[in-house]
């Protein structure tokens, strides 16, 4: 058995755990990261990635290249028929996806997590082991030990990492391993999705869509050049199923298609949040922390704003300019977060499920469709501005001014832009067509147009950059002339003073307290 030791040891290698494998590269920590798999994931599984997420890849450099793998835009909305080759009884746009929006430089997209995984995969250097298992995990003061085990050979071997991150989905190893228990509604159901080639533009084509959800099951378009999948409830005799016959009858009498079935997968669609989200060294991220049902695009990206949240926090402890409590105020951040997602996700697919329940008795009953499905389904659905773009953080790495309520207000359907301390800091165009949130990155970011007045005399021990405001936003901003935004690498807003530094170590002392680390 050989050791090895790495700074971040990341289990999973998923979206998840490939955009944390590149964050800490942009910070210059290298990570190992393992698959137990041998390979990416062929299946297509995540379809939306949100403006929030697009946002973080827009500031690793990846949006145009996911963007130009992606489906068009007119594809970001979903559409109700009783079968595919029926006519819409409902549709929806997906907000951020469809079209922009003011609140956002970036721009959501539709596309198959199989080809959003090979450009994560190829955005950083840092090693990938594919085949190697995770099997057991040890703590230790200021380290943890990891046994992997290798599929190919069975050979064992131990990694010994300042902190592991577990990107390793709903049924991680590492939560199973430390005991963490969930809560929540648990397994609603088991599912399949069947992958298929049919040509089936003349129902599409004319009105295309990223999901189309029947009464007999829902159907996806997978790449802009080809490709089908449907997806529901798992029949108790899925063995014996002849699934071409089951989508056949999804596409509708006189279809006229016969499905070329190309793969089989069943999985369980879970709904549930870990107790806990950090067992001191160890953190747990995405689908290994919160695991929500698909309907509405949320779980994925979810996870990628987990890793943008905690990586600058490791880079911080591992490069000596964090004290070692930062990472502490992962979990009280993005734990409230997680719960809220699960319970917006559980509302989408227990809609669904609704609508699809009685628009089938309708049918059984020959019953027309109705001229809309009932409110709040045709506006809300997809409307989620408020979760993607409006979360706010609660910790010791927020310093709140005297009128911020100590709770975090939960994310809405709808996103109102603020100022205050926690919130992701609104888009603004600069002078130079560059959005204020171009300006954060691997570093904090202080946004004042009086640099002059809050830049101090020593280098501070923090990465720092400040961006001159022009005049025109410090009203929108609520600052005056002399006052400033300080801005988290995370682009959430870590402190707001709306007029000049009340003394020449405010900003120093104020980087510090964020950090943890002792005032100079």
């Given at each position: 058995m050989s050791d090895a030791e790495v700074a971040v040891l990341i289990v999973g290698g998923g979206p998840v755990g490939l955009t944390a494998r590149a964050l800490l590269e942009q910070w210059g920590v290298r990570a190992l990261l393992v698959e137990k798999h041998g390979e990416l994931s062929p299946f297509p599984r995540s379809r939306l990635v949100n403006v929030r997420s697009m946002e973080i890849f827009r500031g690793l450099g990846l949006a145009d290249r996911i963007t130009a793998r992606a489906f068009a835009p007119r594809y970001a909305r979903?559409?109700?028929?009783?079968?595919?080759?029926?006519?819409?009884?409902?549709?929806?746009?997906?907000?951020?996806?469809?079209?922009?929006?003011?609140?956002?430089?970036?721009?959501?997209?539709?596309?198959?997590?199989?080809?959003?995984?090979?450009?994560?995969?190829?955005?950083?250097?840092?090693?990938?082991?594919?085949?190697?298992?995770?099997?057991?995990?040890?703590?230790?003061?200021?380290?943890?030990?990891?046994?992997?085990?290798?599929?190919?050979?069975g050979a064992e071997r131990r990694i010994r990492a300042?902190?592991?991150?577990?990107?390793?989905?709903?049924?991680?190893?590492?939560?199973?391993?430390?005991?963490?228990?969930?809560?929540?509604?648990?397994?609603?159901?088991?599912?399949?999705?069947?992958?298929?080639?049919?040509?089936?533009?003349?129902?599409?084509?004319?009105?295309?869509?990223?999901?189309?959800?029947?009464?007999?099951?829902?159907?996806?378009?997978?790449?802009?050049?080809?490709?089908?999948?449907?997806?529901?409830?798992?029949?108790?005799?899925?063995?014996?199923?002849?699934?071409?016959?089951?989508?056949?009858?999804?596409?509708?009498?006189?279809?006229?298609?016969?499905?070329?079935?190309?793969?089989?997968?069943?999985?369980?669609?879970?709904?549930?949040?870990?107790?806990?989200?950090?067992?001191?060294r160890i953190l747990l991220a995405g689908d290994a922390a919160h695991a929500v049902p698909v309907i509405g695009g949320l779980g994925m990206n979810a996870g990628v704003a987990d890793v943008h949240n905690l990586c600058w926090k490791l880079a911080g402890v591992l490069q000596g300019w964090a004290g070692p409590g930062l990472p502490a105020t992962y979990e009280p951040e993005r734990h409230p977060v997680a719960r809220e997602t699960l319970r917006q996700a559980v509302a989408n697919a227990q809609l669904l499920r609704g609508v699809q329940r009685r628009r089938l008795e309708q049918l059984r009953a020959g019953e027309s469709a109705p001229e809309q499905v009932e409110l709040p389904?045709?506006?809300?659905?997809?409307?989620?501005?408020?979760?993607?773009?409006?979360?706010?953080?609660?910790?010791?790495?927020?310093?709140?001014?005297?009128?911020?309520?100590?709770?975090?207000?939960?994310?809405?359907?709808?996103?109102?832009?603020?100022?205050?301390?926690?919130?992701?800091?609104?888009?603004?165009?600069?002078?130079?067509?560059?959005?204020?949130?171009?300006?954060?990155?691997?570093?904090?970011?202080?946004?004042?147009?009086?640099?002059?007045?809050?830049?101090?005399?020593?280098?501070?021990?923090?990465?720092?950059?400040?961006?001159?405001?022009?005049?025109?936003?410090?009203?929108?901003?609520?600052?005056?002339?002399g006052g400033a935004l300080l801005v988290r690498p995370d682009g959430h807003i870590a402190a707001r003073w709306p007029g000049a530094p009340p003394a020449a170590t405010t900003l120093p002392d104020a980087l510090a307290a964020l950090t943890g680390r002792p005032a100079d």
């Open positions: 979903v559409r109700f028929r009783d079968t595919l080759n029926g006519a819409d009884f409902a549709s929806a746009a997906m907000v951020g996806v469809h079209a922009p929006v003011p609140e956002s430089p970036a721009l959501g997209v539709v596309t198959s997590q199989d080809r959003l995984e090979p450009v994560l995969l190829d955005a950083a250097d840092a090693p990938v082991r594919f085949g190697a298992e995770l099997v057991a995990l040890a703590e230790e003061d200021d380290a943890v030990v990891a046994r992997l085990a290798d599929h190919r050979t300042r902190y592991v991150l577990a990107a390793d989905g709903a049924h991680s190893t590492v939560r199973r391993l430390l005991g963490i228990g969930t809560t929540g509604p648990g397994a609603l159901g088991g599912v399949t999705t069947v992958v298929f080639d049919a040509d089936l533009d003349r129902w599409c084509a004319p009105q295309p869509a990223g999901v189309y959800f029947t009464a007999h099951g829902s159907f996806m378009p997978l790449y802009p050049e080809g490709g089908w999948a449907w997806f529901g409830p798992t029949p108790e005799d899925a063995e014996g199923a002849d699934w071409g016959d089951v989508v056949a009858h999804a596409l509708g009498p006189g279809a006229g298609v016969r499905p070329d079935v190309l793969r089989v997968q069943h999985w369980v669609m879970d709904a549930f949040v870990a107790e806990r989200l950090r067992h001191g389904w045709t506006d809300r659905y997809f409307a989620q501005l408020g979760l993607a773009l409006g979360v706010v953080y609660r910790s010791a790495a927020v310093l709140l001014g005297d009128d911020d309520p100590p709770e975090p207000p939960a994310p809405g359907t709808d996103y109102v832009p603020t100022v205050a301390p926690g919130h992701r800091l609104p888009h603004r165009r600069l002078a130079d067509d560059r959005s204020t949130l171009d300006a954060v990155g691997a570093w904090f970011t202080l946004l004042t147009p009086d640099p002059a007045a809050w830049v101090p005399g020593a280098a501070v021990p923090v990465p720092l950059r400040v961006e001159p405001l022009a005049r025109e936003h410090t009203e929108p901003y609520g600052l005056g002339p």
